[in-house]
């Protein structure tokens, strides 16, 4: 089930950005992230009110080291979104799930030695980088000499995304519900697109190109959802791998929405994710047949 969680989540992601890309020729990326935070606190706190969920934390901290790590991610995202051709942005920003899984078989090699952890999650790590090839098979980068500061600001909002990530599991473990762990980080998306309109200013609303931003939250806050309650109750390297599938779907629409060519390099890129995703997952099953859906 949580498997479902995390492609449902990359369904609302890759929704969003069509939405954003309509909008972003009325609105800048600091009103985006801005308004994106807005529509989710709005409906997250009348959600927390129908079902009684008070969004008092003991875990403050948490919550900041979540909103900080995630802004940075986003912020050097859109760095490196206007330094570095789109599909090298998003292929650096996309390795999130490399790093994820390298910080996860790192960790366990330290704690437990080198054999056990290599034996059982050696092919899991694998069918991470498998997927990863196949996201850069779909986006094929491309890097000019004039570029390399653009690609190491791509390569931290990939790192500072697996951080993230990592720290929304670390929220569900600290008994953190979902609604809450994304109100947060609403809260920090807010902070920070009205900080960065301060320096670049605020566009005029003209409908109905405005009624854009209402999509683009809803399924923001949709898809931190499903992604939360996937990191929070799925096995997270194999939620990572599942997370290539975004690039699936925003293949699909460029495709149906914008007319765009996917090669035949592209389609077997497709191809490895979701081979990849779907390995990953048997994988787990077969490793670990009954562990609960807590357990990482």
């Not at 403050?60 to 995202?77: D, E, F, K």
């Not at 980080?185 to 900080?195: E, R, W, Y």
């Not at 997952?281 to 990482?296: F, I, K, Q, S």
Request: aromatic fraction near 12%; charge should be positive.
């Amino acid at each position: 089930m949580q498997a479902l969680w995390m492609l449902l989540a990359s369904f609302f992601f890759a929704s969003m950005g069509v939405c954003i890309k309509f909008a972003s020729s009325h609105f800048n990326s600091f009103e985006i992230v801005f308004y994106r935070g807005l529509v989710g606190m709005v409906f997250l706190l009348g959600i927390a009110r129908v079902q009684g969920v008070s969004m008092r934390t003991s875990v403050p901290m948490m919550h900041v080291w979540r909103s900080i790590v995630g802004t940075i991610s986003l912020t050097a995202w859109f760095f490196a979104i206007a330094a570095l051709p789109l599909a090298t942005a998003m292929t650096l920003n996309y390795m999130s799930s490399v790093w994820i899984a390298a910080f996860l078989l790192g960790g366990s090699v330290l704690m437990q030695g080198r054999n056990a952890p290599i034996r059982q999650q050696g092919p899991l790590f694998l069918t991470v980088l498998a997927g990863f090839a196949g996201v850069a098979m779909m986006l094929r980068p491309t890097l000019a000499d004039d570029q390399v500061v653009g690609a190491l600001v791509g390569l931290l909002s990939g790192i500072f995304a697996a951080f993230a990530y990592l720290q929304v599991a670390a929220l569900s473990k600290a008994g953190e519900p979902e609604s809450r762990t994304v109100f947060y980080f609403c809260v920090g998306a807010v902070l920070a697109g009205g900080l960065g309109m301060l320096f670049t200013g605020a566009s005029p609303w003209h409908w109905p190109s405005a009624l854009w931003l209402l999509p683009i939250g809803l399924l923001a806050l949709f898809g931190q959802l499903c992604m939360t309650r996937a990191y929070s109750r799925g096995a997270t390297m194999v939620v990572a791998n599942l997370q290539y599938f975004g690039i699936v779907i925003a293949g699909v629409y460029g495709i149906v929405f914008f007319g765009d060519q996917l090669p035949l390099v592209g389609w077997l890129g497709m191809a490895l994710i979701i081979a990849s995703g779907i390995t990953a997952t048997v994988l787990r099953t077969r490793t670990v047949p009954n562990a609960p859906a807590e357990e990482h």
